[in-house]
């Protein structure tokens, strides 16, 4: 048997570059479009980078708002000319084609149809977002078209991507990028029973860079085994994206079968601007260091068992979960859920190749893929030590750091405290390379166990209930996730060796008697 993640073409655009969001790709607002003729485009002079500019010094909304009120206003040279040209696919101003984008895209009418008055807002619910692997800013606005009778003929969400010195990157209308921003979900998942846990606030970190959490705590006594939940890098503590709230649904999952839960907010989501204003930065400033810090504030927490504490990183989270491990000792175990093996940037860069080859490439796809090589080519070469002229979208300090992070796999090995891996067949992030790794790299040890879970999302969203046309892909982090879980937490073990990749869709643990035994005499 083999196991297919399945990924819509769309999804892999967007989400296949992972947590970065698809900024490095040009995203269309529109498909097949006639292009809207202006000179514009050929009389503007966008300007160039400033590599002497202070990170982010400027009010980033009001850098959004400039850009898409040129257009709004037909001024679009001055739209052009803020844009950052070398860092898109496109070769030209004209082929961005900023008029196809707004007339048809944004308010979709064709152009030369007269158009109600448009006012544009910054989005006040979805504070900036901040992506350390590309050093960009998003911003989400809201574009209102009024038709007759002063009713909104368009409502689009738009979200602009800017770089460090104020330049435009991405405009996209939608949930291209929404996944980015919250979209508030209050229905609880139907396993939760709020009867059987109590939440509180705390805080973790140092100053200025202070986060905000949620203690969740079975009722009772105690003590309580308890998980650190790492969030997928800029996400607030419930891991809210348009999709769900994964974390949310675990802490109140786990709590429900006796297990205590701190999830907390990012520093990238809760200081976003000041972390991208700042000349340096690594993974232990974005990630590491408040997952120790989570880690600490479990073990001060009454009720809470020191023996029982576990790390679960998500995603990007799950990537760094070896450095927090190192620097937080004596944890009980490690669960990581939908984390790539190799090298981030590798990793990265095999998914998309992948998906965008079964399907065949078109010529703005391949100009997106050859700007990822090249970016990913400018971080190996940081990582090495050699000096690479100035690029607006790789700061420095982080790609080294993120290159020495190296293969989580293999700084896992060998695993000194129990691991449960987490995958979903429907992954718009991995590929079956990402699992393979781990398991070569983990199966010939028995404390180690895998699962695939069959139509889940990377965050665990069970959607095999769904209907529709398209089916709403909502929902919650499926109940034989939060089961699995609890009794793995709990010392229950799959008995079924890993034989092949068919054996993790019900669960197995590595070993002797596994198929990967081999490479423990590597």
Same mark, same amino acid.
């Given at each position: 048997m083999t196991i297919r993640w399945t990924r819509p073409r769309a999804a892999v655009l967007v989400a296949g570059v992972g947590w970065i969001a698809a900024v490095g790709l040009s995203v269309l607002l529109i498909a097949g479009a006639d292009p809207f003729s202006s000179a514009a485009c050929e009389t503007a002079t966008p300007a160039a980078p400033d590599f002497q500019a202070s990170p982010f010094d400027?009010? =980033?909304?009001?850098?959004? !708002?400039?850009?898409?009120?040129?257009?709004?206003?037909?001024?679009?040279q001055a739209a052009y000319e803020m844009l950052a040209l070398e860092l898109r696919p496109e070769g030209s101003l004209c082929e961005v084609d900023l008029e196809s984008r707004w007339h048809w895209g944004v308010l979709g009418q064709d152009p030369s149809q007269s158009s109600g008055p448009v006012r544009i807002v910054v989005d006040e619910s979805a504070s900036p977002r901040f992506l350390p692997f590309t050093d960009a800013l998003l911003v989400r606005l809201w574009v209102t078209r009024l038709g007759g009778a002063g009713r909104a003929a368009v409502n689009a969400r738009v979200v602009i991507g800017l770089v460090r010195d104020g330049r435009v990157?991405?405009?996209?209308?939608?949930?291209?990028?929404?996944?980015?921003?919250?979209? =508030?979900?209050?229905?609880p998942p139907p396993y939760a029973d709020p009867r059987a846990f109590e939440e509180r606030e705390v805080t973790l970190g140092d100053a200025p860079w202070v986060v905000g959490g949620t203690l969740t705590i079975p009722q009772g006594t105690g003590p309580f085994p308890a998980v650190a939940l790492v969030p997928a890098g800029s996400h607030d503590r419930d891991g809210t994206?348009?999709?769900?709230?994964?974390?949310?649904?675990?802490? +109140?999952?786990l709590a429900s079968h006796g297990i205590a839960t701190l999830r907390y907010d990012a520093?990238? +989501?809760?200081?976003? !601007? *000041?972390?991208a204003r700042q000349p340096d930065f690594t993974l232990d400033d974005e990630l590491v260091d408040d997952g120790v810090a989570a880690v600490a504030v479990l073990h001060q927490t009454p009720r809470i068992d020191p023996a029982r504490i576990y790390v679960l990183g998500y995603s990007f989270g799950g990537y760094v979960t =070896?450095?927090?491990a190192q620097r937080a000792p004596g944890l009980a175990g490690l669960i990581l859920v939908s984390v790539r093996s190799g090298t981030f940037l590798d990793s990265n860069l095999r998914a998309v190749e992948v998906k965008l080859e079964e399907d065949g490439i078109t010529e703005i796809?391949? *100009? @997106? !893929?050859?700007?990822?090589?090249?970016?990913?080519a400018r971080s190996a070469a940081l990582a090495a030590g050699e000096t690479v002229p100035s690029h607006t979208d790789l700061r420095v300090s982080y790609h080294r750091d993120l290159a020495a992070a190296g293969h989580p796999e293999q700084a896992l090995r060998p695993p000194a405290i129990p691991m449960l891996l987490l995958f979903s067949d429907e992954s718009t992030e991995l590929t079956p390379d990402d699992l393979t790794g781990w398991m070569l790299s983990l199966g010939a040890w028995r404390h180690v166990t895998f699962r695939v879970y069959a139509g889940h999302s990377d965050g665990m969203l069970d959607h095999r209930s769904f209907t529709g046309t398209p089916p709403r892909r909502q929902g919650h982090v499926?109940?034989?996730?939060?089961e699995d879980i609890a009794a793995w937490a709990g010392g229950t073990w799959f008995d079924q060796p890993c034989q092949d990749l068919a054996s993790v869709l019900g669960g197995c643990?590595?070993? =002797?008697? @596994? !198929?990967?035994?081999?490479?423990?005499?590597?």
């Open positions: 400027f009010d =980033p909304e009001a850098q959004a !708002l400039a850009f898409m009120q040129a257009m709004a206003t037909d001024d679009f990157r991405v405009v996209t209308r939608g949930g291209a990028l929404d996944h980015m921003f919250r979209t =508030p979900d209050d229905t994206v348009d999709t769900g709230r994964n974390f949310r649904d675990l802490a +109140w999952g520093r990238t +989501w809760t200081h976003a !601007l *000041a972390f =070896p450095r927090i796809e391949q *100009a @997106s !893929l050859d700007q990822m090589r090249a970016h990913a499926g109940a034989e996730v939060i643990r590595g070993g =002797p008697d @596994s !198929l990967f035994f081999r490479d423990r005499r590597r």
